[in-house]
């Protein structure tokens, strides 16, 4: 033991020695428990702030009953008066945050209510009230719920770009519908993406245990503000493992403000394919590291070409604040309201550049007839009109997804209204007949290629 250490345990009393370390730290360092009268570092006190902003959501929903082989009879089905498919109740438990006490508004996410017929919400002082579903966005698994309760307590939301690896976090919620559980780690990392088909992704990841029942909970900072609604884990049989994720609130509060605002997200586009950043373009831009996204193509006749961009530009920072990859700034230009403008940072040629553009609406769907689609039951598609702008942005055209119906098998397998479909399994499609015949001949599955807005996604049906 050195010197120092001999006279601060000598002359300090207990508490007093914490008191002087932290004294002599930044501001920023101090994400540790403080000492309570006890003299015992407790985050009790922070606990007890927030820990009543979080809640229980109780969802009931409809699912089909197991198969019985005598359903598969339809002269059994018509003479005992049963549905194609029969459905039983079934009720599931998830979380949620109260962010706006006055009007009752509660974040959780998509997947916690989706299909619910009807959603309960637990306070912590065990008061329950009906909710009702203001919107959802599937493309970041948020949700927003309102209440009409008084003396609600709401939580404050914080900046999460503000956040750095190795921050401390708290994740409240209430996992395998126990009661409310609070679990504390650290910000793993930031900017994880490729967890879904939906593609608007930029996870934080933390060590705070998360487990089923966590999904929609809060996860906070030392200060006592939200920074992540927890959404996802990653381990063995959906139990925690030292890996789960949460939606930052930046990406979560402008949802929220435009399902709000609208009822639902209103995605546009710019007109952009964006990769990851490859080593050689750092060599060759000078680039300080590999964090931006590398423009990989520009739609003719779209909003980024006509401000400026090109193919080879780097975009580092999107509204003032850098940008990590595509991923990032995909979903933060997937949260750009149509007619707003974004403000871009570009490295081309080695020079620094910013360009300003406006976001446009997305490609208007052809006005020809929705076709149903066999295989792909609940979907209607619609067949892209040739010389329309679309038609000669995909080289010969294809289907624009018209609709999609509620609990369908093509909702579950991630296509969405507003879809554009140009192959499948590599083989490019133009009409319906063409699509439906290339599904009936795929006997392992399929791979279906289609752009979502700004940049292209594949998926895979078995």
Known sequence: MNLISLFLNKFLKPGALWALATALLPVAALAQPAPDVRGLPTLAPLVTLVTPAVVNVSVITRAPMEDNPLFRDPFF????????????????????????????FILTNNHVIKDAEQVIITLKDRRQFPAKLVGTDPGTDIA?????????TALRIGDSDALRVGDYV?????????????????????????????????????????NPGNSGGALVNMRGELIGINTAIIGPAGGN????????????????????????????????????????????????????????????????????????????????RSVRGPAELRARLGLTPVGDEADMTVIREGGQQRIRTRIAAPHPASSGEALAVAQLPGMRVVEIERGSPLFERLNGGGLVVAAIEANSRALQAGFRPGDIIYAVNRLRVQTAAEFQKLLSNAERGYAVSLLRGDFSLTIIVR
């Open 77 to 104: 089905r018509r003479f005992f008066n049963l549905p194609d498919r029969p459905q039983r109740k079934e009720q599931a438990a998830g979380s949620g945050v109260i962010v706006d006490a006055a009007r009752g």
């Open 241 to 320: 493992v030292g890996i789960g994720f949460a939606v930052p609130t930046v990406m979560a509060r402008a949802v929220m403000g435009q399902i709000v605002r609208y009822g639902e997200v209103r995605r546009g586009r710019l007109g952009i394919e964006m990769v990851d950043v490859p080593l050689e373009a750092q060599r060759k831009l000078k680039l300080p590291s590999l964090d931006g996204a590398l423009i990989a193509n520009v739609e003719p006749g779209s909003p980024a070409e006509k401000a400026g961009f090109r193919k080879g530009d780097v975009v580092t920072a999107l509204n003032g």
């Open 144 to 152: 927003v719920l309102q209440i009409s309760a008084p003396n609600l």
């Open 170 to 210: 708290l994740a409240i919620g209430n996992p395998f519908g126990i009661g409310q559980t609070v679990t504390s780690g650290i910000v793993s990392a930031l900017g994880r993406s490729g967890l879904s088909v939906e593609g608007y992704e930029d996870f934080i990841q933390t060590d705070a245990s998360i």
